[in-house]
């Protein structure tokens, strides 16, 4: 394995053996999908149309995507709690890739987020979920969440500038959820909104998620007309572009503020 | 242990190069009016280390120590000054001088304690690019020689202080690294354990490791190091071998005083009698201790029992310097 991905792996190892070491990690996969799940599931009950489908993805993208930006961006912090940052950077190795493998990570754990929204939905609520195309729908939730992930990045690198990073990161939540259209379709946005909304890679996997679970969606998708499989594989491919823009932008960006950093000493106690 | 990779042959012949290095941290305070200013963490520190050498920094809090090692391991690119180590410049040729240093940080954190020491160990060989062919085995005889191999699967949060010190020495050789920082090593540890880093230390230089020791014990810098930086306020004030520093103090004499009910007070004034240079004073519950360094020697006696009239003299002894006492003066004066 070539060096830098073993970084990577290790890592995302070291990632997943907290992750399983401390059991807070059912709140927020867990029980916080459950309420999600459940108010959404309520707020909608009596609305015809593919509903239960916003509700349930709409949730399990909320869940996943605070999860994971969170835990991405926090990552250096949660170095700086173990007291593990100095021998990290220390390390001959990009502190980029490490920080990568702990994204991947904290992405895939993600993943137990929507599982359970879909399992909470399915067998609490009676939702009728059949995904159309459950590969597509694998496939299209994975790459999501690495994108989401690759957004990550790029706010980890402002935490390594600035303990107040955190603040970055709390007050633009909210916001993405709404501009990715996780809860809502894009459309229904105002259109001075649309263009922030095509510069996130999870806006065009979240079309793609829905393109792959329901074809009543396909009416409400960016490629209205066009075969799903198609529209699935463009919402795809402008997702994977955008998401290689975030991790260049993210390598510069890990550059310049980790020689910052130690101009100013924001990562060391001296 | 692992065997030690051919020495790098350095353009200065030297393992560490320090040359007038100086940081100065700007700290800005307020959000509306923003107050800037400037911290001197180090003024002017030049020295450098021979390949083989045990070189020991020694100082109060806050004098520069860890910040000079923070520059030298490029963890911190500094103000002005330049450094070398191993023979590369620590602002260009970070990551050549990162790939053959270990670092020590002392203290129980630097370690993922919800893991086990394998687990640690594994991920730094993994960061230190440590190939896999090599990485378990260094693993095993890494925690063999530190006498953890029977705990090596277990979770570091169930360690003694003194195993994770052990475990901290362990990683930082994880890449078998040709020159080490220790940073105040044996800080809080019991005398034993202490005693056995001490050991461990002395068997790495014996090995033909370079390494830059920082710590508050004198006689572990006596007892360990071929030459001792002492450094003030930012700046290097003495260096030379521990018997070339001790005789700083040579003219002069300590006189150990053990009581009781001895007051701040009282240390004050023997403070400002006259031909005192220095006193320590360690003022616990049951046994206080008072070191007077003084040329008059056993004349000043007669003065020590005048001003401790109201406490309890256990007993006064006249010492000869040690290097304790070389450093008070240099801190001191």
Known sequence: MPKTLRVIFSAFRMAMLHWMADPQWIIPNIIAPFVFTTVALTLFKDSTGPFGLYAVLGGGMMGMWGNTLYSSGYAIEFEKWQGTLEEVLVAPSKLLHVITGRAVSNALFGLTNMVAILLIAAFGFRVPLGIADPFLFAV????????????????????????????????????????????????????????????????????????????????????????????IFLDLT???LITLAYAAMAAVLFKVVEKRARIKGTLVEA | MVELPPQKA?????????????????????MLRRNKTEIVAVKDVSFDVDYGELFGLVGPNGAGKTTTIKMLTTMLIPTSGKATVLGFDNEKDVTRIRERIGIVLGGERGLYTRVSAIDNLRYFADLYGVPPSVRDKRVKELLEFMGLWDRARDRVETYSKGMKQRLHLARGLINDPELIFLDEPTIGLDPEIAIETRKMIKELVEKGKTILLTTHYMFEADELCNRVAVIRNGEIVALDTPSGLKKYVMETSVVEVEGFGITEKEVARFRELAGVLSVSADLGENKQVLKIQTPKGSEIISEVQEILRNSRIYDIKIKEPTLEDAYLKLVTD
């Open chain 1, 140 to 231: 299209s939730l994975i790459l999501t969440l690495l994108s989401v992930s690759a957004l990550g990045l790029i706010f980890a690198s402002a935490f390594v500038l600035s303990r107040s990073a955190q603040a970055l990161t709390n007050g633009l939540e909210t916001p993405l959820y709404i501009v990715s259209g996780s809860m809502f379709p894009i459309a229904l946005l105002p259109f001075w909104v649309h263009p922030a909304a095509y510069v996130l890679g999870p806006t065009w996997g979240v079309d793609a998620i829905r393109l792959a679970t329901s074809s009543e969606y396909a009416s409400q998708s960016f490629w209205t007309g066009m075969n799903v499989n198609v529209a």
């Open chain 1, 238 to 240: 402008v997702m994977l």
């Open chain 2, 10 to 30: 350095s353009v200065s012949g030297k393992a560490i190069v320090a040359e007038h290095l100086c940081k100065i941290f700007n700290v800005t305070k307020g």
